[in-house]
């Protein structure tokens, strides 16, 4: 029986979840204003807080989390076609 | 959960929704004698909402006999002493006051400010609480306007009788004389200015049209912070905090306020980025970063 192999992708999750970080840090500071723009030490802190929380979360994704199905029939179940010879050949 | 319990619950419901602008709260401050006769209070929160004004016109009370400022200033609102002060990040100190009211784009008011010149910080008009606190930021629409009246107080303070501008021939009333003013946001001068104030100008009035000054509306909660400081003279002011300003000033008369302003009227395009970000973010976590199984060899 043909065996399988997990591919994971943590840089992909962290690119992803920081996308994403960016996305609710945006909405908290110009969407819904929860985070205020004040002291800048504070603002960074707060925006690293939730970025890298979501960052965390994609890489924690990319590693845990449910894997894909492999695509296609296992190798060894494959029905490689083969060509007739040519009358005359051979 | 039972038919009685379902109906409760759907009834509170619509009487929250019904009920919530009829519940708003009704400013306790009266500033209805700042503003002039044609600005009438539409919503009904006791603040008068923007009027039609003729070029020229502050849209707030203002007297060309700057000498009578302060003590009309007093005659006109109520002082309140008997605030809560709970420290979060607001505070006016020196011999500067006024009035500010927030208007949203269709000239409603939204929110209203108070200082007295006092040691105190501003109060607002509706709950006469402190205002510009973090819990209780000054609400200004990006695009509306605000009216604003403020003053500098003579009684205890140090103003200068002239400045040394040269050229510039000053009247000698106690005023700010080449003062130098600016207003930082994320330490980043927001906006700045000066003048020589040769006719001793102890107060101003006008009007903000924000939706004409800035590029786009946006929504987001700020602190700011600003200072004035008197015979600065002609260069602008160094970055400055709390904490310093009183060295920068080195003895001369200065007003320095910070606090927390929410704006509103911009939020669909900052939530509209924000969601087109996240949705990507999130997109590519599901499909491009999930664990995927291949067969081996």
């Keep these: ?90 | 959960m039972g038919r009685i319990a379902r109906l409760l619950l759907a009834s509170g419901i619509l009487v929250g929704i019904m009920a919530g602008p009829a519940l708003a709260q009704v400013a306790v401050i009266d500033i209805s004698g700042f503003v002039p006769d044609n600005f009438v209070d539409l919503n009904g929160d006791g603040v008068p909402d923007l009027g039609d004004l003729p070029p020229g016109e502050h849209g707030i009370w203002d007297d060309t006999v700057g000498a009578l400022t302060e003590e009309e200033f007093f005659a006109r609102i109520p002082v309140i002493t008997d605030f809560d002060i709970d420290d979060e990040g607001s505070i006016l100190v020196g011999p500067c006051g006024g009035v500010a009211i927030a208007y949203d784009a269709d000239g409603l008011s939204i929110d209203a400010v108070i200082d007295y010149a006092d040691d105190n910080p501003p109060v607002d008009v509706y709950t006469g609480d402190q205002a510009f606190t973090s819990s209780n930021p000054f609400e200004v629409d990006t695009t509306g306007t605000i009216a604003y009246f403020g003053f500098t107080k003579e009684e205890g303070a140090n103003w200068s009788t002239e400045g040394t501008m040269p050229g510039v021939v000053y009247a000698g009333q106690p005023a700010l004389h080449d003062y130098q003013w600016t207003i930082l946001v994320l330490d980043v001068a927001a906006d700045f200015g000066g003048d020589p104030n040769a006719l001793d100008e102890n107060h101003n009035a006008g009007l903000v049209l924000l939706g004409e000054e800035l590029p786009f509306p946006f929504s987001a909660k700020i602190k700011a912070k600003g200072a004035v400081i008197d015979l600065w003279g002609p260069d602008r002011l160094p970055d400055f905090d709390k904490d310093n300003i009183e060295s920068l000033a080195a003895g001369r008369e200065y007003c320095f306020g910070e606090g927390w302003v929410v704006t509103t009227g911009g939020a669909f395009y900052g939530a509209a980025l924000s969601g087109l970000l996240f949705a990507a973010g999130f997109a590519g976590l599901l499909f491009n970063a999930r664990p995927a199984q291949t067969w081996r060899g």
Excluded at chain 1, 66 to 79: L, N, V, Y
């Design chain 1, 1 to 90: 029986m043909a065996e399988t192999v997990t591919k994971k992708h943590p840089i992909r999750g962290a690119l992803w979840g920081l996308l994403m970080g960016l996305g609710i840090v945006g909405f908290l500071i110009v969407g819904y204003p929860v985070i205020g723009i004040g002291d800048p030490a504070t603002l960074a802190i707060q925006v690293a807080v939730v970025v890298g929380g979501a960052m965390l979360v994609g890489v924690l994704w990319a590693l845990f989390g449910p894997a894909k199905k492999p695509k296609g029939e296992p190798p060894s179940t494959k029905t490689v076609a083969m060509e007739e010879p040519a009358a005359g050949e051979g």
